[in-house]
């Protein structure tokens, strides 16, 4: 598949994912049963969040990707971090709760919950290493692309 072809291939999912949003939240908008109501609405709120990966594959394959600053980075680390922790804490609880004895309908959504929480912590962990630590522009990149392989490294005539 060439970058056009991905490209058009993502653009038709995000169509798909807002009319998947688009017949959920419809279909419930009358419904009085909150735990009905509520999984249906959860359930687009993940179609929700496919919408915005595929715009930022859509963007990856036709948009320059700026790095990160160094300044910011520090920044988005430590929320990330806190993130990862965050997600670590309800990984713990919901498989605790999952020992736990609940009828069939709740320990379907408990299950349900964790699997999302282990692969948000997984996704987290990877963004953290694949983006953060190796798209961070520091100043010691920038003054190696300037001056490393000069032939003068910066004085006139060498």
């Known amino acids: 598949m ?6 058009d291939f993502y653009q038709k999912q995000v169509e798909l994912e807002n009319k998947i949003v688009e017949k959920a939240t419809d279909s419930v908008k009358n419904v009085k ?3 009905i109501r509520e999984l249906i609405l959860g359930i687009a709120m993940d179609s929700k969040k496919h919408f915005s990966m ?3 594959l859509i963007a990856m394959h036709t948009k320059s990707t700026p790095l990160i600053e160094e300044d910011l980075t520090d920044e988005l680390e430590k929320n990330l971090q806190e993130h990862i922790a965050l997600e670590q804490q309800a990984i713990d609880t919901y498989q605790q709760l999952s020992k736990e004895e609940f ?3 709740e320990k379907i959504i408990i299950k ?3 699997n999302d929480e282990l692969r948000h912590h997984s996704l987290l962990k ?3 290493k ?3 630590e190796k798209e961070t522009l520091t100043e010691q990149d920038l003054w190696d692309w300037v001056w490393k392989d000069s032939l003068f490294h910066g004085s006139p005539g060498g």
């Open 2 to 7: 060439n970058n056009q072809e991905r490209v």
């Open 33 to 35: 049963n909150i735990l």
């Open 54 to 56: 595929l715009n930022a």
């Open 103 to 105: 009828g069939e309908s």
């Open 112 to 114: 349900a919950i964790l």
């Open 126 to 128: 990877k963004i953290h």
């Open 130 to 132: 694949m983006i953060v």
